[in-house]
Nanobody, 125 residues
Framework: QVQLVESGGGLVQAGGSLRLSCAAS????????MGWFRRTPGQEREFVAG????????NYADDVKGRFTISRDNAKNTVSLQMSRLTPEDTAVYYC??????????????????WGQGNQFTVSS
């Protein structure tokens, strides 16, 4: 069974950059559309970015567009989220997710059936 493990969280100052990674074990990420979501306390989980199986299609939430870049390395079974110009509003638990039922890069978390455990990072002002 495929498992997803996020890494790279921590504390970063506003305006800084951070890279989150998601490693898959027990399977091949190339069979999945991959996404990053985030959740802050008291808020609904929200879509951040998604990438198609071979990286040719990417989808970003409006508030991260131009600041965040999602990428994948199917040979290494990893997906990454490079984040820059971070603001305190980006503070959240970030989740890596996988979707296998189609090639569409969905923004709906309900379409993703596999999730990592979550990785917290905080942006200080």
């Amino acid at each position: 069974q495929v498992q997803l493990v996020e890494s790279g969280g921590g504390l970063v100052q506003a305006g800084g950059s951070l890279r989150l990674s998601c490693a898959a074990s027990g399977g091949t990420v190339s069979t999945f559309v991959m996404g990053w979501f985030r959740r802050t306390p008291g808020q609904e989980r929200e879509f951040v970015a998604g990438i198609s199986r071979f990286g040719n299609s990417k989808n970003y939430a409006d508030d991260v567009k131009g600041r965040f870049t999602i990428s994948r390395d199917n040979a290494k079974n990893t997906v990454s989220l490079q984040m820059s110009r971070l603001t305190p509003e980006d503070t959240a638990v970030y989740y890596c997710a996988a979707k296998s039922d189609s090639c569409y890069v969905s923004r709906d978390g309900k379409e993703y059936g596999l999730w990592g455990q979550g990785n917290q990072f905080t942006v200080s002002s």
